[in-house]
Each structure stands twice: as C-alpha cells, then as structure tokens.
T-cell receptor
Framework: KNQVEQSPQSLIILEGKNCTLQ??????????LRWYKQDTGRGPVSLTI?????NTKSNGRYTATLDADTKQSSLHITASQLSDSASYIC???????????FGGGTRVLVKP | GAVVSQHPSWVICKSGTSVKIECRSL??????MFWYRQFPKQSLMLMAT?????????EQGVEKDKFLINHASLTLSTLTVTSAHPEDSSFYIC???????????FGNGTRLTVT
C-alpha cells in the first residue's frame, strides 16, 4: 500500500533553535517528494521538491534531504523563527498514474 | 507566480442548503484541479480530482452526489456541497498544477460551517 508517514505529529521549539521533521514513504514507483508549509487557515505552499537523484536541497533556512534507498526524507529548519509555526506536509508523487499521497503533517510551534 | 484563487473564504449556511465553492487558476490553465477536505489538526484529505470537460474522479468513500464537482473551463472548477449537514463543516481546499513538473498551487481554502 502506498503510504506516507510523518513524525513527529507535533513539536514545540524555542525561537532560534533547529529542528528536523521526518517523512517515510512506501510509495512506488517513486517520482518526487515535496515538502509544503501550511499556515493555519491557509492553503499549503511548496518549500522544496526532491527527485530520485537529489540528496539535499535548501530553500533559505529550510533544508530537505532524501534517501531514495531507505525511502526517507527529512526537513531541517535552521534558526527557527516565530513565523515557522505551521504544519509541514510531505507529499509523494507516484510515477505510475501520477497520484499524490499526503503525509499526516507535522505541526510545529515556535515559542519566543 | 501561479495563483489559485478560492472563493468564498468562509461561509455559514443552514442545514439542508447547498453551498458552492469556486476555485480559479488566475494566470495559468489547469486541465486538472484537486479538491481536499481538512479537519482540525489533520492533514489534507484528497476528495476528488476535477478534470476539465469530463467527470471528476472521486476518492473512495467520497459521495459523488453529495459533493458535486464541475470543471467547465480550463480556469474554473466548482465544488457544491449539496444538502449540507453539520458534519460537512470543514475546511475545503483546492489546488491546481501549472505544469507536469510544477508544485501544486493551493487556494487559501474555504471554511464551511453548517448550522
């Protein structure tokens, strides 16, 4: 079954600290993986896309990694800011049928 | 960049009435749009894939007659929640993809409250 599991479900961090979110998937065949940020009451916004050949990609203070062998991805937030408080959703695209599978998201709360 | 506009942003309706939500791609054409439902503190749940000029593809467990989808043009898809009940209260979001290698572009969602 094609699944995407994210951990932790939620976390609280202090402003300025780093954190890492995990995304494990069983989707096959794999096409790409995207991390989205969703502010409360808004639609998600794409942060990064990872394809099979990419291991690391950064977007400002966000760095995503992908290990296609173990089917794991992570999103690292560096020097967190209050505005990083949001839900982060991992979405994996299946190559066959172009279907998307959403992870359950990780809710991040950055406290001053 | 690609923009998806969703309207209304929030709506309150009485039980038994129908509500229409619009999703527009403002600066690109979208042959395919997606509709999602999101409950508090949960991730997005794909409801259906809206295909321009043809019938929508619904996910398992989503009632076709309850959630009517129309994608009459390359820039507009509508979701109609028919005979709404309080349990239909939720956050509904649409998305579209400008190109095959592009990310999903999401609307800002519609908060539906059925009283």
């Amino acid at each position: 079954k094609n699944q995407v599991e994210q951990s932790p479900q939620s976390l609280i961090i202090l402003e300025g600290k780093n954190c890492t979110l995990q995304c494990n998937y069983t989707v096959s065949p794999f096409s790409n993986l995207r991390w989205y940020k969703q502010d409360t009451g808004r639609g998600p916004v794409s942060l990064t896309i990872m394809t099979f050949s990419e291991n690391t990609k950064s977007n400002g203070r966000y760095t995503a990694t992908l290990d296609a062998d173990t089917k794991q991805s992570s999103l690292h937030i560096t020097a967190s800011q209050l505005s990083d408080s949001a839900s982060y959703i991992c979405v994996v695209r299946r190559a066959a049928g172009n279907k998307l599978t959403f992870g359950g998201g990780t809710r991040v709360l950055v406290k001053p | 960049g690609a923009v998806v506009s969703q309207h209304p942003s929030w709506v309150i309706c009485k039980s038994g009435t129908s509500v229409k939500i619009e999703c527009r791609s403002l600066d690109f054409q979208a042959t395919t749009m997606f509709w999602y439902r999101q409950f508090p503190k949960q991730s997005l749940m794909l409801m259906a894939t809206s295909n321009e000029g043809s019938k929508a593809t619904y996910e398992q467990g989503v009632e076709k007659d309850k959630f009517l989808i129309n994608h009459a043009s390359l820039t507009l898809s509508t979701l109609t929640v028919t005979s709404a009940h309080p349990e239909d209260s939720s956050f509904y979001i649409c998305s579209a993809i400008p190109g095959s290698d592009s990310p999903l572009h999401f609307g800002n969602g519609t908060r539906l409250t059925v009283t």
